[in-house]
């Protein structure tokens, strides 16, 4: 089995939901080959995430960090979008963190990864907590997208404190290049 049938095949199995059959050709192909590659794990661990298996998701992050995988931003970026759609978005900023705190690991935190993190502290309505999150990201030196601001000002429409969007629409204007603002935003 080469590494790009396996993906198909693990692909296949994440889409129907048949994680019996994914751990099965998962331990099939450690056994032949050694470790799984980071997309793999990453497809795994979507996989996981979407059937609402958390303690899996972590699972597969720690056997991959402790198989020495090094992990790409899209696994990253697949382990947090797990947690927070799982309601688990303290333990994912948690994560961010960690990474950030890692010479080697924090070039994989990226803007992507701060905007799963704020749309997660968005639905559970803590406006505080996003603007903590967004403080943070401006401190990395990452540029907000416009699915940054989105998820922010819907954090703060939920939670009734849009006393905070003009600060933010003025971000957005004063961010280089400049975010305009989009359907979503208005």
């Known amino acids: 089995m080469d590494e790009l049938l396996v993906f ?3 692909e296949a199995c994440a889409r129907t939901g048949s ?7 998962k331990a099939e192909y450690v056994s032949q080959c050694g470790t799984l590659s980071a997309p793999m794990y990453g497809l795994i661990i979507e996989a ?8 899996h998701v972590w699972a597969l992050w720690n056997e991959m960090v402790d198989a ?49 993190i704020l749309k ?7 406006p505080d907590i996003v603007l903590q999150v967004y403080k943070g990201m401006k401190i990395c030196g990452l540029q907000p997208n416009i699915v940054t601001y989105n998820s922010m000002l819907n954090a703060f429409a ?26 979503v935003t208005y």
């Open 8 to 10: 198909a095949l693990l």
């Open 19 to 25: 994680l019996k059959l994914l751990e099965e050709k």
């Open 48 to 55: 996981y995430g979407q059937m609402r298996d958390v303690r």
């Open 68 to 116: 020495a995988v090094e992990p790409t931003s899209a696994t990253f970026c697949c382990t947090l979008d797990a947690l927070v759609k799982n309601g688990d978005t303290s333990d994912a900023e948690k994560l961010v963190q960690q990474l950030l705190s890692d010479a080697t690991l924090r070039p994989l935190v990226n803007t992507v990864a701060f905007s799963i």
């Open 120 to 126: 997660g502290f968005s639905h559970s309505r803590e």
């Open 158 to 183: 939920q939670s009734s404190t849009m006393h905070h969007a003009p600060a933010l629409l003025d971000d957005m204007k004063s961010a280089s290049p400049p975010v305009g603002p989009d359907l």
